[in-house]
């Protein structure tokens, strides 16, 4: 029976041999099925999250498409409010022979101002405000000592907003502090 015995493990050990190394390769094989699951699982994330930032950029690109579309028409129609201001500035309000005039040019500068407001286009007038280079476009400076340095004293051309993005900065004259006038020869003396 010690023989029997002996002879059953030769074989035992031997049947085993191939079994571990089908385990061991098994245990390899579904490894490496599970590194490429992860891989798959990770890249199918990442095309997922690509796929909402596409759809994300294409709705802001179309909602800016709609909330600015009028702005290459609106750039036009601002000349022609230009033009409306400075032929209001320029006639007199007290002369008869030009006030049906006059006051046809206010209505219809007028209908125009709210027509371009319901499509979100307001006018900068900056008069008396801080200079800001991201509204205003300076067109000269001049020594004032009425207000603070870099105060605007004058606006040439109102600039616009459309939806809150600048269309056309304000042409302005900028204030500066007053030269200091160096001492004559005679007041040192």
Do not use: C, W
């Amino acid at each position: 029976m010690a023989d029997e015995q002996n002879l059953d493990t030769p074989e035992i050990e031997e049947n085993q041999a191939p079994e571990a190394a089908a385990d061991v390769d098994l245990a390899a094989r579904v490894q490496a099925l599970e590194e490429q699951l992860a891989a798959a699982q990770d890249q199918s994330l990442r095309v997922a999250a690509e796929m909402q930032n596409v759809r994300r950029r294409a709705e802001q690109d179309v909602e800016k498409a709609h909330k600015f579309a009028l702005e290459k028409f609106a750039s036009d129609l601002l000349p022609v409010v230009d033009s409306l201001e400075r032929g209001l500035e320029l006639s007199s309000s007290s002369d008869d022979s030009v006030k049906a005039v006059r006051e046809g040019m206010e209505l219809t500068l007028k209908l125009l101002l709210d027509t371009l407001k319901r499509h979100q286009i307001e006018p900068i007038d900056p008069h008396g405000v801080p200079f800001d280079p991201e509204l205003h476009q300076a067109m000269a400076m001049e020594e004032s000592t009425h207000v603070e340095p870099n105060t605007v004293l004058k606006v040439f051309q109102k600039g616009y907003l459309l939806s809150g993005r600048l269309m056309r900065p304000a042409m302005v004259v900028v204030s500066k502090a007053p030269a200091q006038v160096p001492p004559s020869i005679d007041e040192q003396a």
